[in-house]
């Protein structure tokens, strides 16, 4: 790349007898970027790499400008910049299609008369198998091993793919299954804080960036890394080293003051910042920490909060350089040279944190007084609706009338068959029978069951098992707990699934382990598991009871996801909560219970057990912490990360430079995406006579739209793979078969919780087919109409998209047909994957216009003209035509946003646009 150096900032640094080359912010600052150090550490990160890539094309002098104009502007978003990422993670849901997409871009390079050897990642990609474990087994000593070998057998075909892909692709790897969450892997070794490579015969030095498949890439911001989520549309665009078109963002500053007092944990402080940054409305924007609490977090709290930036709504939850930084990098292993290299780095370039130094301006703040935080769940399905813990029973008594649909059941209505749970459940949960929930039998079990039973109890997910605090707080409750004769109540599944091999080290040093065991907190795996809906089945008679009763069953985690239909397709009500409230629910048993004025249970004396009793201080914590946690832990399970156990190394791998797909695998398949496509593309056609999938309301999220979770045997992805002779017990998950676009459009807009609002008081992906007027699946309407040769669009509310950064929301909608989604307002990454994917997102240009406005019943046809010469963020007008013929206009804001992304639509996507330049 050629390099201007506009701002004459090219410079040496000398750290520890090695030379760096940089491109240093006080000399930009001096010649011209006026102002320069007075923007957030964040913006100092963009603007280094505007410095470092500019070429005169994609990254101008003027964008890199436009960065301290920012100053003048009052941090108004604003300017379209191309940002460059030092490397990618992704996780294997996403991932897998990922490589299938490389693997797919090989076969059709050579189709176009091109070298398939250029297709390769040009930036580092880690990818880390961490989403196909599933807890199949849980509570016993073995429950790890047979959970691994379940998860071989269940994946071996996209094992065997990841493999190939690992050894014919050059910068990719793989870190096996059993290793970690993607996320924790990256805190604690992938990531850097500052990267290095050699070009040229110089080390060029430059911040750590990554984009991740994976929403909770945000994490490493703890580490003052900045990285988000991305689609796996993105990711392939940068690691096909394609820039992310970006526009500078406003950033939000979040002033910490105080400590947190005892008693409570990062995950109560991180749902209180969840709350408040939601109400704040920062979405689109980074959000940067300061403020003199800081020095009251660990990194490992930091990295708490930085993770549940999806849940608040931030692009990013960024913490500056500083000496917990340096003293994190120590104890996690990393080399002496990159530790002395960070912190010269980070203090030659302005983008270390002192305490007491003057603060960044920002766009707006808001502020967080640590000693005012308390123990918080949040619940019972948004991760922003934080609940104390103190009003838990309360709250979730006042939700049950909407969680059970109308349903009205008093005790009364119990049969008499449940009569003897009735005073049992009562006793149980310290309530007399005439308050507590009307028990029903569960077969074969000497227990009942009750609306607001916990039947899930699960320490999960990134977002708190990399924080040694709450885990080894999990485990002092669970030690305290069973010293007094306490047991997890019998109709709840117990489950441990750290985010690194590393936990386990340290909980077994400490002994905590054993107490975990003891109360059936046994390891099940290391991965997302219950918190992306692999929590597996439940106990057939529990599920069969809770089904037949229509009972509001409920589980506890530790994750950062609780939206519907999420957790498990049996339980309606997820509460988000730290580890050791995790084991407290379990024993608990029930929402009902009040667990901070009621007892827990009895202990061997008949006394009543209250969570005071076995609450641990935070001293005891951090002496534990202190003790165990150590460098040696991470240097000895870090050494040999990629190589993978007994299982992964013995997978035999075939094909060479192109894959050699098997026609019969349920899994991986060449997708459709390069059929016929030419080096140049066909001009773009209107929108004309489209008919209407689907009308949804607000809050839409790409867990609704996107195939994710178990799949239905009596839906069409389930009937496609009984025709592909596979058995309902191995359908395994969505998520395992995202290889596979056969199955994934069957099961985009399946959710078994959307509801479509052309059919009313339906549950899950049906919609009426036009001008039939037959109740069909989505899907099967969406074939039946591309067989008519009619273009599709959808209409939804407020906030489409939210959630996880799933591709296959908007794949699965480009395979169905669907031109257009035109709606109230977009979640950034979903935006700009339909857009990725060639689909045209539209916003309702006047404030207040809805589908609901505008009286749409789902039996009209649109149109749009003008897409042929579409303009960023013109403003056009779809004509609306009523089944009696009457028409209406209505204009809409097209949100393909940037040049770039223009260029991505009209080439029919930006994986087409990409191959035509490497195969040109």
């Given at each position: 790349?050629?390099?201007?150096?506009?701002?004459?900032?090219?410079?040496?640094?000398?750290?520890?007898?090695?030379?760096?080359?940089?491109?240093?912010?006080?000399?930009?600052?001096?010649?011209?970027?006026?102002?320069?150090?007075?923007?957030?550490?964040?913006?100092?990160?963009?603007?280094?790499?505007?410095?470092?890539?500019?070429?005169?094309?994609?990254?101008?002098?003027?964008?890199?400008?436009?960065?301290?104009?920012?100053?003048?502007?009052?941090?108004?978003?604003?300017?379209?910049?191309?940002?460059?990422?030092?490397?990618?993670?992704?996780?294997?849901?996403?991932?897998?299609?990922?490589?299938?997409?490389?693997?797919?871009?090989?076969?059709?390079?050579?189709?176009?008369?091109?070298?398939?050897?250029?297709?390769?990642?040009?930036?580092?990609?880690?990818?880390?198998?961490?989403?196909?474990?599933?807890?199949?087994?849980?509570?016993?000593?073995?429950?790890?091993?047979?959970?691994?070998?379940?998860?071989?057998?269940?994946?071996?075909?996209?094992?065997?793919?990841?493999?190939?892909?690992?050894?014919?692709?050059?910068?990719?790897?793989?870190?096996?299954?059993?290793?970690?969450?993607?996320?924790?892997?990256?805190?604690?070794?992938?990531?850097?804080?500052?990267?290095?490579?050699?070009?040229?015969?110089?080390?060029?030095?430059?911040?750590?960036?990554?984009?991740?498949?994976?929403?909770?890439?945000?994490?490493?911001?703890?580490?003052?890394?900045?990285?988000?989520?991305?689609?796996?549309?993105?990711?392939?665009?940068?690691?096909?080293?394609?820039?992310?078109?970006?526009?500078?963002?406003?950033?939000?500053?979040?002033?910490?003051?105080?400590?947190?007092?005892?008693?409570?944990?990062?995950?109560?402080?991180?749902?209180?910042?969840?709350?408040?940054?939601?109400?704040?409305?920062?979405?689109?924007?980074?959000?940067?920490?300061?403020?003199?609490?800081?020095?009251?977090?660990?990194?490992?709290?930091?990295?708490?909060?930085?993770?549940?930036?999806?849940?608040?709504?931030?692009?990013?939850?960024?913490?500056?350089?500083?000496?917990?930084?340096?003293?994190?990098?120590?104890?996690?292993?990393?080399?002496?040279?990159?530790?002395?290299?960070?912190?010269?780095?980070?203090?030659?370039?302005?983008?270390?944190?002192?305490?007491?130094?003057?603060?960044?301006?920002?766009?707006?703040?808001?502020?967080?007084?640590?000693?005012?935080?308390?123990?918080?769940?949040?619940?019972?399905?948004?991760?922003?609706?934080?609940?104390?813990?103190?009003?838990?029973?309360?709250?979730?008594?006042?939700?049950?009338?909407?969680?059970?649909?109308?349903?009205?059941?008093?005790?009364?209505?119990?049969?008499?068959?449940?009569?003897?749970?009735?005073?049992?459940?009562?006793?149980?949960?310290?309530?007399?029978?005439?308050?507590?929930?009307?028990?029903?039998?569960?077969?074969?079990?000497?227990?009942?069951?009750?609306?607001?039973?916990?039947?899930?109890?699960?320490?999960?997910?990134?977002?708190?098992?990399?924080?040694?605090?709450?885990?080894?707080?999990?485990?002092?409750?669970?030690?305290?707990?069973?010293?007094?004769?306490?047991?997890?109540?019998?109709?709840?599944?117990?489950?441990?699934?750290?985010?690194?091999?590393?936990?386990?080290?340290?909980?077994?040093?400490?002994?905590?382990?054993?107490?975990?065991?003891?109360?059936?907190?046994?390891?099940?795996?290391?991965?997302?598991?219950?918190?992306?809906?692999?929590?597996?089945?439940?106990?057939?008679?529990?599920?069969?009871?809770?089904?037949?009763?229509?009972?509001?069953?409920?589980?506890?985690?530790?994750?950062?996801?609780?939206?519907?239909?999420?957790?498990?397709?049996?339980?309606?009500?997820?509460?988000?909560?730290?580890?050791?409230?995790?084991?407290?629910?379990?024993?608990?048993?029930?929402?009902?219970?009040?667990?901070?004025?009621?007892?827990?249970?009895?202990?061997?004396?008949?006394?009543?057990?209250?969570?005071?009793?076995?609450?641990?201080?935070?001293?005891?914590?951090?002496?534990?912490?202190?003790?165990?946690?150590?460098?040696?832990?991470?240097?000895?399970?870090?050494?040999?990360?990629?190589?993978?156990?007994?299982?992964?190394?013995?997978?035999?791998?075939?094909?060479?430079?192109?894959?050699?797909?098997?026609?019969?695998?349920?899994?991986?398949?060449?997708?459709?995406?390069?059929?016929?496509?030419?080096?140049?593309?066909?001009?773009?056609?209107?929108?004309?006579?489209?008919?209407?999938?689907s009308l949804f309301l607000d809050s839409i999220t790409t867990d609704h739209i996107s195939p994710a979770g178990s799949i239905k045997a009596n839906g069409p992805a389930g009937t496609y793979l009984v025709e592909h002779q596979v058995r309902p017990v191995d359908f395994n998950s969505y998520g395992a078969r995202r290889g596979n676009h056969e199955v994934m459009m069957r099961g985009t807009f399946a959710n078994i919780r959307i509801k479509n609002q052309m059919v009313p008081g339906v549950e899950g992906g049906i919609t009426k087919h036009y001008p039939s007027g037959e109740q069909l699946a989505i899907y099967d309407a969406a074939m039946k109409y591309k067989a008519e040769g009619v273009p599709l669009v959808v209409f939804a509310g407020k906030e489409y998209g939210t959630g996880s950064s799933r591709d296959w929301a908007a794949k699965g909608t480009v395979l169905l047909g669907v031109r257009a989604v035109i709606a109230e307002s977009f979640e950034r990454i979903h935006r700009s994957n339909l857009v990725g994917m060639g689909v045209v997102p539209f916003v309702f240009a006047e404030e207040g216009t809805s589908?609901?406005?505008?009286?749409?019943?789902?039996?009209?046809?649109?149109?749009?003209?003008?897409?042929?010469?579409?303009?960023?963020?013109?403003?056009?007008?779809?004509?609306?035509?009523?089944?009696?013929?009457?028409?209406?206009?209505?204009?809409?804001?097209?949100?393909?946003?940037?040049?770039?992304?223009?260029?991505?639509?009209?080439?029919?996507?930006?994986?087409?646009?990409?191959?035509?330049?490497?195969?040109?």
């Open positions: 790349m050629s390099h201007p150096d506009s701002f004459k900032s090219r410079k040496t640094l000398d750290v520890a007898g090695k030379s760096y080359t940089y491109f240093d912010l006080k000399e930009a600052e001096a010649n011209g970027l006026t102002g320069a150090s007075r923007l957030p550490f964040s913006m100092k990160v963009l603007l280094e790499n505007l410095l470092r890539n500019e070429d005169g094309r994609t990254v101008t002098a003027d964008d890199v400008r436009a960065v301290v104009k920012w100053l003048e502007d009052k941090g108004s978003a604003g300017h379209e910049i191309a940002y460059r990422p030092a490397r990618v993670l992704m996780q294997d849901f996403t991932g897998v299609p990922a490589v299938v997409d490389l693997a797919a871009m090989r076969d059709a390079t050579a189709h176009l008369g091109a070298d398939p050897k250029k297709v390769n990642p040009l930036v580092p990609v880690d990818l880390v198998i961490d989403h196909s474990v599933m807890v199949d087994y849980f509570g016993q000593p073995d429950s790890f091993q047979k959970n691994v070998d379940v998860e071989y057998d269940r994946n071996g075909e996209r094992y065997t793919f990841l493999r190939w892909g690992s050894t014919a692709f050059q910068n990719f790897r793989v870190v096996p299954p059993g290793t970690g969450i993607c996320h924790q892997v990256n805190l604690e070794y992938l990531a850097q804080t500052v990267w290095t490579k050699d070009e040229n015969g110089e080390t060029i030095a430059y911040p750590d960036t990554l984009v991740g498949t994976d929403s909770h890439t945000t994490m490493v911001n703890g580490l003052s890394v900045l990285g988000w989520g991305v689609g796996g549309i993105e990711a392939e665009a940068a690691m096909l080293g394609q820039p992310i078109s970006m526009l500078i963002p406003e950033v939000i500053g979040f002033r910490l003051t105080g400590k947190l007092p005892d008693g409570t944990t990062a995950t109560d402080l991180v749902l209180t910042v969840t709350e408040m940054l939601r109400k704040k409305k920062v979405v689109g924007k980074f959000v940067e920490f300061f403020g003199p609490g800081l020095s009251n977090l660990t990194l490992e709290d930091q990295a708490t909060i930085a993770n549940m930036a999806p849940e608040y709504g931030a692009t990013c939850g960024f913490f500056p350089i500083d000496k917990d930084t340096i003293a994190y990098l120590e104890a996690t292993g990393r080399a002496k040279d990159r530790i002395a290299l960070v912190e010269a780095y980070a203090k030659a370039q302005g983008m270390w944190r002192e305490d007491g130094a003057g603060d960044p301006v920002f766009t707006d703040t808001l502020e967080l007084d640590l000693s005012t935080v308390v123990p918080s769940l949040a619940g019972p399905k948004r991760p922003q609706d934080r609940v104390a813990l103190t009003a838990a029973a309360p709250e979730f008594k006042k939700a049950l009338a909407e969680l059970q649909g109308g349903r009205k059941k008093s005790p009364a209505a119990a049969s008499a068959g449940d009569e003897r749970f009735m005073a049992e459940g009562a006793a149980q949960a310290g309530q007399t029978p005439e308050t507590s929930p009307a028990r029903h039998t569960v077969e074969g079990a000497e227990h009942g069951i009750a609306d607001g039973d916990v039947v899930i109890a699960a320490i999960t997910s990134c977002t708190n098992t990399s924080n040694p605090n709450v885990l080894v707080a999990a485990g002092l409750v669970a030690r305290k707990a069973a010293a007094l004769g306490l047991k997890p109540k019998p109709w709840v599944k117990t489950s441990l699934a750290p985010g690194s091999q590393v936990v386990t080290e340290y909980l077994e040093k400490a002994g905590l382990q054993k107490d975990l065991d003891a109360m059936g907190f046994n390891l099940v795996g290391y991965g997302c598991t219950t918190c992306i809906g692999n929590s597996g089945p439940l106990p057939e008679p529990i599920s069969e009871a809770i089904n037949k009763n229509d009972l509001v069953a409920v589980s506890v985690l530790s994750g950062n996801r609780n939206f519907e239909g999420r957790v498990n397709p049996d339980v309606r009500a997820n509460y988000l909560a730290s580890p050791p409230l995790v084991v407290a629910y379990a024993i608990a048993g029930s929402m009902f219970v009040d667990i901070t004025t009621e007892p827990l249970g009895k202990d061997g004396e008949g006394r009543d057990v209250f969570l005071k009793d076995i609450w641990p201080t935070t001293q005891e914590v951090s002496e534990i912490v202190r003790k165990t946690v150590t460098r040696d832990l991470f240097e000895s399970r870090y050494s040999d990360v990629f190589k993978g156990d007994p299982n992964w190394q013995k997978i035999d791998v075939s094909g060479g430079l192109t894959y050699d797909w098997d026609d019969r695998s349920t899994y991986v398949q060449n997708p459709p995406y390069f059929e016929g496509m030419s080096m140049t593309p066909n001009p773009v056609t209107d929108i004309k006579g489209a008919r209407i999938l589908w609901q406005t505008l009286g749409l019943k789902g039996d009209e046809t649109v149109t749009v003209e003008g897409l042929t010469d579409v303009k960023p963020r013109q403003i056009m007008e779809a004509t609306i035509e009523k089944a009696d013929g009457s028409k209406q206009t209505v204009k809409l804001l097209c949100r393909i946003d940037t040049l770039d992304e223009l260029e991505y639509f009209k080439n029919g996507g930006i994986l087409h646009y990409v191959l035509r330049r490497l195969a040109a």
